[in-house]
């Protein structure tokens, strides 16, 4: 699938989701702004294009009206001021873009080694979940139902 960002708004996502999960070197693990996940973001952002573009072009906006210059060319002070200043006035776009940042983070397979998960999908093999203190569930089963019943 072509992908319709332009170069300067593809260089500001990788900006953004690199502000969203920098790279960690006591995990071995990559920003999130790391070339082949930022092409994954770019992907499923695809089906958002329209709603990014008027949000990657407010950040441009702003870098200009603050600093003069472009949001890729802000260092990083600059950088989380008009993002912060975004997140505020545009909390809708600033999740939507941390929300798809996480995900394909998430579904890097160096990032799933780095937590000490195999990379591979969840099915059909399954993980093993621990099993924990049912009780804490003893509240939640001895309160009234608030729900109508069904036939």
Known sequence: ?????????KRTLAILADMVIPASAEY?????GDDAIVSEILSDAERHHAHLSIGL?????????????DF???DSAQGADIVDTFR????????????????CYYRDDRVMISLGMEPRPPHPLGFTVEQGDWS???????RD???RKTE
Do not use: C, W
């Open 1 to 9: 699938m072509p992908n319709s960002f332009t170069d300067a708004e």
């Open 145 to 147: 139902k608030f729900y």
């Open 57 to 69: 072009a407010t950040l441009e906006t702003l870098a200009r009206e603050r600093h003069g210059i």
């Open 88 to 103: 505020e006035t545009h909390p809708g776009t600033a999740n939507l873009i941390a929300n798809l940042t996480t995900q």
């Open 28 to 32: 071995h693990a990559p920003s999130a």
């Open 136 to 142: 804490l569930l003893d509240q939640v089963r001895e």
């Open 72 to 74: 890729a060319d802000l």
